[in-house]
């Protein structure tokens, strides 16, 4: 008798359990966390990186644009370039950014060349009158082109750094061509 009246007090106790619905948006608020705790930090993650690349991209189109504005440039004036990539980067830091500035004269059958090169704080990257590889839409005869090349290490900041220890650290690049502003092409007196 008091097994029966224990194992029907039991039934009506997982009976009134299973119908009870208080605490259930608690445990699926504890399930949904985490993942949305995620979301949040890989859309802020993905803001700050969409946020670098745009401006590594307006760096290096900006400095390709000043330099064809000239008709001679010189290492000294040159250095200052970087500069310009700062005062764009701004608020982000420039720390590791490197920009590499190169001359390339296409002759009368559209072969293009290195004119002159430079990197700040290096030797020249690239050897004068080498062959270059260019576009085939920027091969145009007895022209000339000025290439910046720009690249920023992005470091991750709070995406899943344990996840991927060797890969805390994002190298964001961008190329840009632009043809000279005036004369037949820019000069660089001492690269």
């Known amino acids: 008798m008091a097994l029966r009246d224990m194992l029907e007090r039991l039934e009506t106790l997982c009976r009134r359990f299973m119908g009870d619905r208080e605490g259930v948006g608690a445990i699926e608020f504890a399930i949904?966390?985490?993942?949305?705790?995620?979301l949040y930090v890989g859309?802020?993650?993905?803001?700050?990186?969409?946020?670098?690349?745009?401006?590594?991209?307006r760096s290096s189109a900006a400095i390709a644009?000043?330099?064809?504005?000239?008709?001679?440039?010189?290492?000294?004036w040159l250095n200052d370039m970087p500069s310009v990539a700062a005062a764009?980067?701004?608020?982000?830091?420039?720390?590791?950014?490197?920009?590499?500035?190169?001359?390339?004269?296409?002759?009368?059958?559209?072969?293009?060349?290195?004119?002159?090169?430079?990197?700040?704080?290096?030797?020249a990257p690239y050897i004068a009158n080498s062959a270059v590889t260019v576009s085939p839409d920027l091969k145009k005869a007895n022209s000339f082109l000025v290439r910046t090349e720009l690249s920023v290490p992005y470091k991750l900041f709070l995406f899943a750094p344990n996840l991927m220890p060797n890969q805390r650290t994002l190298?964001?690049?961008?190329?840009?061509?632009?043809?000279?502003?005036?004369?037949?092409?820019?000069?660089c007196s001492d690269c």
Do not use: C, H
């Open 171 to 187: 190298t964001i690049s961008r190329t840009y061509f632009y043809r000279q502003r005036q004369g037949d092409n820019v000069l």
């Open 65 to 76: 644009d000043i330099v064809t504005q000239q008709q001679t440039v010189t290492k000294a």
């Open 32 to 38: 949904l966390f985490p993942i949305l705790v995620m």
């Open 88 to 123: 764009i980067f701004a608020p982000y830091g420039t720390t590791d950014l490197t920009v590499k500035i190169t001359g390339i004269a296409i002759d009368g059958s559209a072969n293009p060349t290195v004119k002159w090169s430079w990197q700040q704080g290096k030797p």
């Open 43 to 57: 859309a802020f993650e993905i803001t700050i990186g969409l946020s670098i690349s745009k401006r590594a991209a």
